[in-house]
């Protein structure tokens, strides 16, 4: 097998520093800036050419975005991230007085706080699974299964943030449809990471490019089962708030900033251009050294997920970190080490999160072990 070179001069991310948190915020290539540069200084020239330009943009760069997920371009729509995504789901789907929305105990944050608000508004309420960071996938649809009678929908991640674990959504979905429940997937990791990650037929699929596929920020896919299409509305009321046509719907949202959605197919030659169906299990080997290389340094282990995404890894902290302080502690690393890491904390376990892209060597993650067990001392 071929080995590919890292190529962080694709990047413009700053040398001096350790990037080992992709699966964040991203990180947008060179020639993506370049475009977007470029679409900016076309806007401000003249704003009102550009607006009369930007619906065929859009539909230009969203049957690109729909293609690449390998989905019904009729069914897809361009949202600022998997949140907005997960919103639309939930101000869509009926949610019956004295019902529930289920979720896992992996369940973003900010999508338990979506869910909440509306079981609120609805006198419903949110009824979460706990799923072991550790189980397989029989366990993982056997404990979900179990906890949808009377469920108004499932909500359920493809790929974890803050565990890095696999949910086996080709089993979850039948499942919940099975018991005639709605299935909306939060795919955010799954773009790059997972091939057709929309195939399972959910009612919802929402997924981030501006991860893995290193678009720009606030591009990301909702993909809608067609029964739902016609009820699905964006979460901004606007110009195009009759339109039949759902993807169309959700385009135009007033003075929003396109220049983003019109870019992003660019990120996807770039990834096209590094060949990426071989880089990513290369960039898997890379992240699994790096993680042995830091659980030595700290003298703990790489955790069990049942199955782990392409490109991260969960390495477990010292009992003695105290993760109350997390921000605090990583912009310590931060400023110390000048190493960018993400720490989360799993049922009283806490961990560093390692993530590796195109632009990542080994080097980085041998700089990172012999620093950070000084900076956790």
Do not use: C
């Not at 997920?305 to 302080?325: K, Y």
């Amino acid at each position: 097998m071929t080995v590919l070179s890292p190529r962080p001069d694709l990047w413009t991310l700053d040398p001096g520093v350790l990037h080992l948190n992709h699966g964040s915020y991203g990180a947008v290539p060179r020639r993506t800036q370049e475009v977007m540069a470029a679409l900016r200084v076309e806007m401000d020239a003249n704003p009102m050419v550009w607006f009369r330009s930007v619906a065929d943009r859009l539909t230009t760069s969203r049957l690109a975005l729909a293609s690449y997920l390998q989905v019904d371009p009729a069914g897809f729509v361009l949202v600022p991230n998997a949140s907005a995504g997960v919103t639309v789901a939930l101000a869509t789907l009926p949610i019956p007085a004295g019902s529930k929305i289920v979720l896992t105990d992996h369940a973003y944050g900010a999508v338990r706080y979506a869910a909440e608000r509306y079981a609120k508004a609805h006198g419903a309420e949110v009824d979460i699974v706990g799923v072991p960071l550790e189980a397989d996938d029989a366990t993982v649809v056997s404990l979900i299964a179990d906890r949808l009678d009377g469920a108004a929908m499932l909500i359920v991640d493809q790929i974890t943030s803050g565990t890095a674990k696999i949910f086996p959504i080709e089993a979850l979905v039948p499942a919940a449809h099975a018991r005639g429940v709605p299935v909306v997937v939060d795919g955010a990791h799954a773009p790059a990471l997972i091939d057709a990650p929309a195939s399972a037929s959910a009612d919802f699929w929402t997924g981030n490019f501006h991860k893995w596929p290193a678009a720009p920020r606030a591009t990301a896919g909702l993909v809608v089962a067609e029964q739902w299409r016609t009820a699905s509305m964006p979460l901004i009321v606007s110009w195009s708030e009759y339109d039949e046509r759902l993807p169309e719907r959700f385009d135009m949202q007033g003075t929003y900033d396109y220049v983003p959605w019109i870019a992003a197919p660019e990120s996807l030659r770039v990834l096209s251009d590094l060949d990426w169906p071989a880089r990513r299990p290369q960039l898997t080997a890379l992240v699994e050294e790096g993680a042995r290389l830091l659980a030595k340094a700290l003298g703990t282990g790489i955790a069990e997920v049942g199955q782990a995404p392409a490109t991260m890894r969960l390495v477990e902290l010292p009992s003695s970190v105290d993760l109350s302080g997390g921000e605090a502690l990583k912009a310590r690393v931060s400023r110390e080490l000048k190493a960018e890491i993400t720490l989360t904390g799993f049922e009283d376990r806490g961990f560093v999160r390692l993530s590796a892209h195109a632009y990542n060597s080994l080097a980085d993650f041998e700089k990172l072990s012999a620093g950070l067990p000084r900076v956790l001392a």
